[in-house]
Nanobody, 125 residues
């Protein structure tokens, strides 16, 4: 069964750092891209950073220079190193993947709408 599981969330003081991880498991055939989204209370979910299978990355303007996304293909794992955290970074962070996998019926299913359950980042002194 396909799963995306985030880890590494928690409480950090302004200016601090955290490292998030997302592990994709299941009968994964290929991963085209993996992304981090976040949603703060009362706000829309927004893209934070993404990384494609060719290594190309993209970042929201608000996190450029502070966050770094990386991926370990062999482990279907993605990381987000977050430095110089600000109170406005506080949100639930979600892992998202664009991938193909084999279902329990052995059919091949591809899509961009695979999500983890999220991990909460609290930035507060």
């Amino acid at each position: 069964q396909l799963q995306l599981v985030e880890s590494g969330g928690g409480l950090v003081q302004p200016g601090g750092s955290l490292r998030l991880s997302c592990a994709a498991s299941g009968s994964i055939i290929s991963i085209t891209a993996m992304n981090w989204y976040r949603q703060a209370p009362g706000k829309e979910r927004e893209l934070v950073a993404g990384i494609r299978s060719n290594g190309i990355t993209n970042y929201a303007e608000s996190v450029k220079g502070r966050f770094t996304i990386s991926r370990v293909d062999a482990k279907n794992t993605m990381h987000l190193q977050m430095n110089s955290l600000k109170p406005e970074d506080m949100a639930v962070y979600y892992c998202n993947a664009d991938l193909c996998h084999r279902t329990y019926t052995h059919a091949i299913e591809c899509g961009k709408d695979y999500w983890g359950k999220g991990t909460l980042i609290t930035v507060s002194s």
